[in-house]
């Protein structure tokens, strides 16, 4: 639409939001990401993602996924080498990282604390809560661009029952500029979900969350400390909570 600036928002977690009766499931946190910047930039960063891709995983990079816990996997198999994965993947992780440093989007972390969560809460909850508040930044940077805005979020896909907790959430989340806006904000009613490997830009927050999720689980991991550290300018809101 002429004149109307469109803002999206790509979004990825890492972790399960679920917890077992000993307490978690699989780890300590669970962490949802967004990047949030306007169409123009999109498909400007959009092409630096696949650059990225094409200059480190072959000649066929759309077909390789940059999702954080699988990427070592997938490299094992490009490179049958163990010193040649790691050389790769830090390049990789060194290369997403200079693209959020060279370029102005927001990106917005909430570290849900399981550990501090009651059994009763479920993962419904945990999930619930940590898109909500996601939203509500999404929002918030929605009502900071002066011209007309609408707003799209675009999510990495889960399964049914998780996609439902999830929309659910972020629409209700979107909903609230109706009541929040200057009459020139608006958003698109539900999320859109798609396959991490048809979005290089829902690849791009997943490795940045991952970044996060891997520092959180071990502070002392000298390469993802040094990455870490070079993100942590670059993030623009950080929200640290727990449910029940």
Same mark, same amino acid.
Not at 82 to 95: K, L, N, P, Q
Not at 114 to 124: A, I, L, P, T, V
Not at 132 to 151: N, P, W, Y
């Given at each position: !639409?002429?004149?109307?600036?469109?803002?999206?928002?790509?979004?990825?977690?890492?972790?399960?939001?679920?917890?077992?009766?000993?307490?978690?499931?699989?780890?300590?946190?669970?962490?949802?990401?967004? &990047?949030?910047?306007?169409?123009?930039?999109?498909?400007?960063?959009?092409?630096?993602?696949?650059? $990225? @891709?094409?200059?480190?995983?072959? /000649?066929?990079?759309?077909? %390789?996924?940059?999702?954080?816990?699988?990427?070592?996997?997938?490299?094992?198999? &490009? /490179?049958?080498?163990?010193?040649?994965?790691?050389?790769?993947?830090?390049?990789?992780?060194?290369? *997403?990282?200079? &693209?959020?440093? #060279?370029?102005?989007?927001?990106?917005?972390? *909430?570290?849900?604390?399981?550990?501090?969560?009651?059994? @009763?809460?479920?993962?419904?909850?945990?999930?619930? #809560?940590?898109?909500?508040? #996601?939203?509500?930044?999404?929002?918030?940077?929605? $009502?900071?661009?002066?011209?007309? +805005?609408?707003? &799209?979020?675009?999510?990495?896909?889960?399964?049914?029952? /998780?996609?439902?907790?999830?929309?659910?959430?972020?629409?209700?989340?979107?909903?609230?500029?109706?009541?929040?806006?200057?009459?020139?904000?608006?958003?698109?009613?539900?999320?859109?979900? %798609?396959?991490?490997?048809?979005?290089? $830009? *829902?690849?791009? %927050?997943? !490795?940045? +969350?991952?970044?996060? =999720?891997?520092?959180? =689980?071990?502070?002392?991991?000298?390469?993802?400390?040094?990455?870490?550290?070079? $993100?942590?300018?670059?993030?623009?809101? !950080?929200?640290? +909570?727990?449910?029940?």
């Amino acid at each position: !639409m002429k004149g109307v600036e469109t803002m999206l928002m790509f979004g990825d977690s890492s972790g399960n939001p679920s917890l077992t009766g000993g307490g978690l499931a699989g780890s300590p946190h669970y962490i949802v990401g967004t &990047i949030t910047m306007n169409a123009p930039a999109a498909r400007r960063i959009d092409s630096l993602v696949l650059d $990225l @891709k094409r200059r480190h995983l072959g /000649t066929d990079p759309m077909r %390789v996924d940059l999702h954080g816990s699988a990427l070592r996997k997938t490299l094992s198999r &490009i /490179t049958r080498d163990r010193d040649a994965t790691e050389t790769v993947f830090g390049a990789v992780v060194s290369g *997403v990282i200079r &693209i959020a440093e #060279a370029n102005d989007f927001s990106i917005n972390m *909430v570290i849900t604390d399981k550990s501090r969560s009651s059994k @009763k809460s479920g993962y419904k909850a945990v999930a619930r #809560a940590s898109w909500s508040h #996601a939203t509500d930044m999404f929002c918030q940077d929605m $009502l900071r661009v002066k011209r007309e +805005t609408v707003g &799209i979020a675009i999510l990495d896909r889960y399964d049914d029952a /998780t996609n439902r907790v999830v929309g659910r959430a972020v629409s209700q989340g979107l909903s609230q500029l109706d009541l929040l806006r200057n009459a020139k904000s608006t958003a698109m009613p539900y999320p859109m979900f %798609v396959d991490s490997r048809s979005s290089n $830009l *829902v690849q791009l %927050v997943d !490795m940045i +969350t991952y970044v996060v =999720a891997r520092h959180e =689980a071990s502070p002392d991991d000298e390469a993802f400390l040094k990455w870490r550290r070079r $993100l942590s300018p670059r993030i623009s809101k !950080m929200v640290r +909570t727990s449910v029940g």
